[in-house]
């Protein structure tokens, strides 16, 4: 399924990105704006020449790198002057040691949350934008647009932005206003459309192969395998700021699954670089009762996902038909994780229970990231004795309608100290 290339391939260069390879049969093609395989549909993934050498002297030179997403470029499909352009250098968000919710919740082994809320426009869809904006431009596609679920509608807008490029993203109709907002404000074109996100998905694919869609870049579709990658960054991140060491166990949200697929290919990576010790991980998957495929699929102990209709407060993972749920469904049983999901009251339970034991305040998908370690930790799934991060992908603010009908001021007062007394907070 190519669709149309507007550079010719030898006029770019994408790093250490060696070719596209197919997924499903290995076939390998040139770089390029595709991202099925010719031979038998299969989606393709970047394949790579990483670098060789001492990993003392790799691990010098990414510490000597800015705090960043590029401190690992050699690990991308990016340009060796990516720094130096236009961009919203996303990344290196904190990844905090969160005791008091260890405690609450009986950990004993190491509970981090990996909070990506502080990228730049307040998701962790900043990651994958970054790595599409610089195929884009490669391409020389001229418009960068995407289907989206919300998050990643505000990150094609604000990178387009600061990258002189024309954006026009395509979201439901019915998106939470923080999410809405977030994305018209860097003025690009916003296009809500009456419909599930697969129907946006679905819309978008038949104007990459129409002539209106000449020219376009869909971060998500025809950039996916470049898009993709971004999410390794995850990885390698959570491995550095451990002390370059593998965590025991990772708890990562599904929306289409790519990006537990690639923090699990980031950790392989690094394994095979020499840059971590080759131990055991787990990865588990989270998902949201309301659209939960790969939960029932893995629960089930199904290799296929069959595709729902999606109810839930967790709209940014609200994907029924999610591309990569096959291949999470491998690594949940490959690493010995699982996958779980957790209803609307119990996510809301989740965020303010983040909130008041470490002062962070996720999104709905947050609330599904902690909720679900919870209940694996309940169901003795997830083992508490060991080190485990919890992935936080998106900021509270931009979801305040999930929590506002049950949070709000202690009490309303008059301004006296009698008025107070008698409120009981005194
Ligand atoms: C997009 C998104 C994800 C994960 O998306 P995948 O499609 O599974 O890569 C997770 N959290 C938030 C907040 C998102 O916006």
Redesign the pocket.
């Known amino acids: 399924m190519a669709v149309q290339t507007v550079a010719s391939s030898t006029d770019f260069s994408l790093g250490s990105a060696a070719a596209l390879s197919c997924r499903e049969c290995g076939e390998r093609f040139p770089l390029g704006p595709v991202f099925a395989c010719e031979a038998c549909f299969g989606p393709l993934e970047i394949a790579y020449d990483l670098p060789e050498g001492d990993p003392e002297e790799l691990r010098a030179r990414i510490a000597a790198g800015p705090d960043n997403i590029w401190r690992y470029a050699p690990l991308l499909p990016v340009p060796a002057d990516v720094a130096d352009k236009p961009n919203m250098n996303p990344g290196f968000t904190k990844l905090v040691r969160a005791d008091n919710l260890a405690r609450e919740l009986g950990v004993t082994g190491g509970l981090y949350v990996k909070d990506d809320s502080g990228n730049p426009t307040h ?3 900043d990651r994958v934008v970054a790595i599409a904006v610089e195929a884009a431009r490669a391409f020389g596609f001229t418009t960068l647009s995407c289907s989206s ?4 509608a505000g990150a094609v807008g604000a990178a387009a932005a600061r990258a002189g490029l024309r954006s026009c993203v395509f979201i439901p109709h019915d998106l939470e206003q923080g999410k809405v907002v977030m994305a018209a404000v860097y003025g690009g074109d916003l296009v809500g459309i009456e419909g599930t996100y697969d129907d946006v998905n679905r819309f978008c694919s038949e104007l990459i192969g129409d002539p209106i869609g000449e020219g376009w870049g869909f971060v998500n579709v025809n950039l996916r395998p470049y898009y993709a990658e971004g ?1 390794k960054t995850l990885a390698y991140e959570i491995c550095e700021q451990l002390g370059w060491r593998l965590p025991d166990q990772l708890v990562v ?8 697929t690639k923090i699990d290919k980031g950790l392989r990576e690094l394994i095979a670089l020499g840059l971590v010790e080759d131990r055991p991980y787990r990865i588990f998957g989270a998902q949201a009762e309301g659209c939960s495929p790969v939960s029932r699929a893995f629960k089930d102990g199904h290799d296929v996902v069959r595709p729902v209709k999606p109810d839930t407060i967790a709209k ?2 609200a ?1 029924g038909n999610p591309a990569d749920g096959p291949y999470v469904l491998d690594i949940a049983r490959r690493t010995g994780g699982a996958v779980e999901d957790v209803n609307d009251a119990q996510i809301v339970d989740a965020i303010k229970l983040l909130a008041r034991t470490e002062g962070i305040f996720a ?1 709905t ?1 947050g609330g599904v990231t902690v909720g679900v370690t919870r209940k694996l930790i309940e169901a003795g799934v997830l083992d508490p004795s060991l080190t485990t991060v919890v992935l936080n ?2 900021d509270g603010l931009k979801t305040l309608d999930a929590v506002a009908p049950t949070t709000g001021p202690s009490a309303i007062i008059r301004p006296t100290l009698d008025s107070f007394r008698e409120a009981g907070l005194a």
């Open positions: 998701s962790f869809k679920t919300g998050n990643l999410s949200p599904i929306a289409s699954g790519s990006q537990l940014s993972l994907i999104e998908a992908t998106g």
